[in-house]
């Protein structure tokens, strides 16, 4: 009697240690090569016999080292279940890292695995887990989870058992990409210059002529200038640029406020890519030595390809077309330079006199275009000149109607 007591005691030890309510032992995650699952100790029936069904949150693909909060939840009507989960790349190494987002219902086993709690034995038959991608080139990753739904009879009968093994591709890198930094990005009420770096990546094989970098900026009322930045190259094949700084004057009357600045890099004026920054202006000022309008300067690298050779440059020095003009409060003035050049650009009234300075400096090679705010200016004609000694002397018209 006494040894068929003991052996019921066993029995039920036994039963009761298998069914862990509150830890699994690792690699019993339905993940190969073993596959593993539950139903190594939960063995009544078949696994996937159930009547439920056990999902993850559908990930189309994942970014390298972007992080998610994946659900991993089990459709049986049962009064306890448990889970285990992992994630492995196509030759079964473990992919990315796993972690707890809910401590109350999810904790992890030998470091590479996750699983329920005690307490997140009875959670609803769902937890959420942590899991963040692996590197770039890892490819497709194995999320494999296996769930066993428990009637709670304090042992290991009767309880059906699921495996799942979903495939999550990593999604495809970005063909090219751009990226502007702010560096100094907060001006006096006297004005100053906002500067900032470029970064610039292609992974395509060939090389594109005839590309332009250009910039505008969004006023603290939502207005967008005109052009201030154009600059027209050949991107090579497989480039890599960084431009460590770049410069955009914000006159003293410009108002105080966030602004935005806007960079495009496409076929002018179809972007392809764009990246902005914000930058504040603290007040606005007429006393001190003010800056009087905007000028935007910075150079864009001529970067030798192995098909097109160096950036193409134009071959004349030009004062372009204002446009719009006529014009309501604001225009764009482009000026053509073959070659860096010290560059005098200014607007005179019908008096002969100087209203506003748009350059008085060295200016990269390339096509670049100045603003002409005349919001405080009354209607009239005005005479925009471009002036590079030697090169260019070139006067142009400009009407402004309010």
């Known amino acids: 009697m006494k040894h068929a007591i003991l052996l019921s005691l066993m029995l039920l030890f036994v039963s009761s240690a298998f069914a862990y309510p509150d830890h699994v032992p690792s690699a019993y995650a339905y993940d190969p090569p073993q596959e593993r699952t539950c139903h190594n100790c939960h063995s009544s029936y078949p696994l996937n016999s159930g009547t439920g069904d056990l999902t993850i949150t559908p990930l189309a693909e994942y970014t390298p080292g972007q992080s998610y909060t994946i659900q991993v939840q089990l459709s049986d009507n049962v009064s306890r279940s448990g889970f285990q989960a992992t994630a492995k790349d196509l ?32 959670s609803g038959n769902s937890w959420d887990i942590g899991w963040t991608a692996p590197a770039a080139g890892t490819g497709d990753v194995r999320f494999c989870v296996a769930s066993a739904a428990c009637n709670g009879n304090g042992g290991t009968s009767g309880d059906y058992i699921y495996g799942i093994q979903v495939i999550i591709p990593e999604a495809a890198a970005d063909p090219c990409g751009l990226t502007t930094t702010g560096i100094n990005t907060v001006i006096p009420a006297q004005g100053g210059n906002v500067t900032y770096s470029i970064d610039f990546f292609t992974n395509l094989p060939q090389s594109f002529p005839g590309v332009t970098y250009w910039t505008t900026i969004t006023l603290p009322n ?43 890099l496409g076929m002018f004026p179809v972007p ?3 990246d902005s920054f914000t930058f504040t202006k603290t007040a606005v000022s007429t006393d001190g030595i003010p800056v009087y309008d905007w000028n935007a300067t910075g150079e864009w690298p001529e970067i030798a390809s192995d098909n097109e050779g160096v950036a193409e440059l134009p071959v004349e020095y030009t004062l372009n077309a204002a446009y719009p003009n006529p014009f309501n ?12 050049s010290e560059l005098s650009m200014n607007v005179f009234n019908l008096m002969g006199e100087v209203v506003s300075e748009l350059s008085n400096g060295k200016i990269s090679a390339g096509t670049h275009e100045f603003s002409f705010d005349a919001t405080n200016f009354s209607s009239g004609i005005y005479f925009v000149q471009a002036n590079v000694p030697g090169k260019l002397n070139a006067i142009q018209k400009i009407t402004l109607i309010k």
């Open 91 to 122: 030759s079964n190494q473990f992919a990315g890292q796993i972690y707890v987002v809910d401590a109350a219902h999810t904790q992890m086993t030998g470091g590479t695995y996750i699983n329920h709690t005690q307490a997140g034995n009875h």
């Open 222 to 264: 939502g207005t967008e200038t005109g052009v201030q930045t154009s600059i027209t190259t050949t991107i090579p094949a497989f480039a890599n640029i960084h431009i460590p700084m770049m410069t955009q004057a914000i006159p003293s009357f410009a108002p105080a406020g966030q602004y935005v600045h806007n960079a495009k």
């Open 272 to 274: 392809v890519l764009m």
């Open 329 to 340: 409060a604001m225009t764009t003035i482009s000026v053509t330079l073959p070659e860096t």
